[in-house]
């Protein structure tokens, strides 16, 4: 069996380092990569870039809201045609990087804020998907499981990675607990791959209160910022192995 593991990385700034992108690279299957609007820039992204080619790590676009301060998880109300060209810009910025470096964008994750906002708004979603495609209708897709962003990606014609995550708690609806919770994040490594083995057996997202939301996952995402990111991913990656389920880059699973 196959799997994705994707994380959201390459969101230092300037001198401002964040994350701790060179040992959890080669844990992961797949990069989002942070292209300059909540974090990330020039030289950021390529040497994120630069890392991902180096490990075997297919690399995607990873847009958000024009939010350094808030680190792209504030709220943000736009017209959906300027949020379209919002992604098609961050999208274009990390392929033009990329091809100075010999990679590939091959997929497109939104961030944060845009990423939770999508989850539920048809035209936020929609906006993003056409952002997507207006930058090149082959990228994958990647859309929390159950939302609008996976219906938006499949009525475009585009392919759709469903994700789920490894280190964050589930409500009785299939979304994510919001961060103003103290248990909205899993930090503990050994329950980070107890839920991803559990989605994975079960086909099916395991809610805070034990209530099973049928699921189909593709990828499972880790958050790069968060400083148990590397021990929850090696965790992640052991139980894996062990049980005899590989984990591989994006457009290797959706070939």
């Known amino acids: 069996m ?3 593991i994707n994380a ?23 990069a989002n990569i942070a292209c300059g609007m909540h974090a990330g820039d020039p030289t950021i992204m390529v040497a994120t870039l630069k890392s991902a080619l180096a490990s075997g790590v297919s690399v995607g676009a990873h847009p958000g809201f024009n939010d350094v ?26 392929q033009a990087l990329a091809g100075m470096v010999g990679a590939k964008v091959t997929h497109v994750k939104p961030h944060g804020a845009l ?25 994958i897709y990647v ?34 607990l919001s961060r103003e919770r103290a248990d909205a994040v899993i930090r503990d490594p050994a329950r980070a791959a107890e839920q991803v ?24 995402c880790v958050h790069g910022d968060e400083q148990t990111a590397v021990p929850v991913m090696k965790q992640v990656r052991t139980a894996l192995d062990e ?9 290797v699973l959706l070939a």
Do not use: C
């Open 115 to 139: 990423n939770n906002m999508a989850h539920d708004d048809e035209a936020y979603a929609m906006a993003v998907g056409r952002g997507i495609r207006a930058a090149d209708p082959n990228l």
């Open 8 to 30: 959201d990385i390459g969101e230092s700034y300037g001198k401002f380092h964040v994350g701790n992108d060179a040992e959890l690279m080669p844990l992961i299957g797949s």
């Open 69 to 94: 301060w808030g680190f792209g998880r504030r709220q943000i109300r736009m017209d959906a045609t300027d949020l379209e060209y919002l992604v098609t810009y961050q999208i274009g910025a990390l």
């Open 243 to 251: 049980a005899g389920i590989e984990v591989v880059p994006l457009p």
């Open 197 to 220: 083995l559990r989605i994975i057996e079960e086909g099916a997202l395991i809610s805070l209160s034990g209530r099973r939301i049928p699921a189909k996952v593709h990828s499972f």
């Open 2 to 4: 196959q799997i994705n």
């Open 143 to 176: 859309a929390n499981v159950g939302s609008e962003m996976m219906r938006a990606g499949e009525r475009l014609g585009l392919r759709v990675a469903n994700e789920a995550y490894v280190d964050r708690a589930y409500d009785d609806n299939g979304k994510m």
